[in-house]
């Protein structure tokens, strides 16, 4: 089949939502799909009056051809750029066409059928950059097949009176798996992503690793992200911008504990990574973590914006060896279970039944 997947923008640095889609890509294509990456600027193009439109151009032309350099895409994927309206421009006919985001639902929706049977890929609740509460769920009502990753994004898609397929993300364990056997780790590290946004918690998480440093003098802390190190990070602290997957896997497997602060998130990837490297997951209850984890189990957790409650379960952890280890060992088998040839399995079949169905 050809699969076109509309993205909003190019990607210059690592983002979970399309690392999910690039991985789509890559799998999707080695089945012998004829995969296409459609890049829409148009919002980017309204961006930043004061720059001149031609340079804008330039820069998304190139980098839809450059972009992602964080992650491996099959050479076969073609990659296209588009700054208009995607009904005004000339896109390539499909068999399936894949809204990825509330910023290219809408116009997906809009696209004649010889684009492509309609699917949207929902990974999560959406009202931000503009987007209202009502406008969100209008989108998922708009008649295109809805594929979301989480439990919790199903229901709310069914509350706005719309049905989906429930399809959970899978690891790729050929990126992230053990190195350093959960039991020898001895040296105190944390690692956490740092993020701008609130909703990630960064700063309820940094507050926390701060406390823990008072307690532990010995700790370490590693965190990664894609800004520039932030001013008001301690020293103590090491930063790694624009981790790639081979960095992260090695940050993943030096670290006895992985933090998760966020407030709200949709499944939390960067967990469920750790967690294969044989991390001990502690993090705040942000909804998306119960699509791969059970408490006391595989992660502890504590309400968000709670940084006491993040402090006394890292601090179990470092005062009970034993207890960190069985965490992590159950983590990472339990882990197991997200697959990526059933993701895609799966992800397949709900494509060619809307292919064969008229």
């Known amino acids: 089949m050809k699969i076109s997947f509309v993205l909003p923008g190019v990607s210059r640095v690592p983002v979970g939502g399309y690392k999910m889609i690039f991985e789509y890509a890559n799998r999707l294509c080695r089945r012998g799909h004829e995969v296409t990456l459609i890049y829409h600027c148009l919002s ?18 190139l980098g839809a051809y450059y972009f992602p350099t964080w992650f491996t895409l099959d050479s076969r994927i073609h990659k296209i750029c588009k700054y208009k309206k995607l009904t ?17 639902a809408y116009a997906v929706a809009e696209l004649p059928e010889s684009k492509g049977k309609k699917i949207y890929f929902i990974q999560d609740y959406e009202i931000w950059n503009g987007w209202t509460d009502v406008e969100v769920k209008k989108s998922y009502c708009l008649g295109m097949k809805n594929i979301v990753i989480a439990k919790w994004l ?8 719309a049905s989906s397929v429930l399809i959970p993300n899978g690891i790729d364990f050929d990126v992230f798996d053990i190195d350093i056997p959960i039991p020898q780790r001895r040296q105190p590290i944390i690692s956490m992503l740092y993020h701008k946004d609130e909703h990630k918690g960064s700063k309820y998480g940094i507050e926390a690793l701060n406390r823990l440093k008072e307690q532990y003098p010995k700790l370490q802390a590693i965190l990664f992200g894609t800004p520039a190190r932030p001013n008001n990070l301690p020293v103590w602290i090491r930063y790694i ?19 998760c602060p966020s407030i709200k998130e949709g499944f939390g990837l960067t967990g469920a990574e750790a967690m294969a490297c044989g991390a001990a997951y502690v993090a ?38 034993n207890k ?6 159950n983590g990472y088998k339990d882990i197991k279970k997200m697959n990526w040839d059933r993701a895609v399995e799966r992800f397949e079949h709900v494509i060619q039944q809307l292919n064969e169905s008229h």
């Open 44 to 61: 980017g193009m309204k961006r930043n009056q004061k720059v001149p439109k031609i340079v804008k151009l330039i820069y998304y032309y």
């Open 241 to 259: 911008q624009n981790a790639t997957q081979e960095q992260l896997r090695k940050i993943y497997n030096q670290s006895l504990i992985y933090l």
């Open 324 to 329: 960190r280890i069985v965490l992590a060992e």
């Open 88 to 104: 005004n421009s000339k896109l390539p006919d499909s068999d399936i066409i894949c809204a990825t985001a509330i910023d290219t």
């Open 154 to 161: 199903q229901k709310i898609v069914k509350d706005a009176g």
């Open 284 to 321: 705040s209850d942000y909804g998306g973590v119960h699509e791969y984890t059970e408490e006391g189990r595989n992660v502890l957790l504590s309400e968000p914006r709670d940084v006491e409650g993040l402090v006394r379960n890292i601090t179990d952890l470092l005062n009970h060896e």
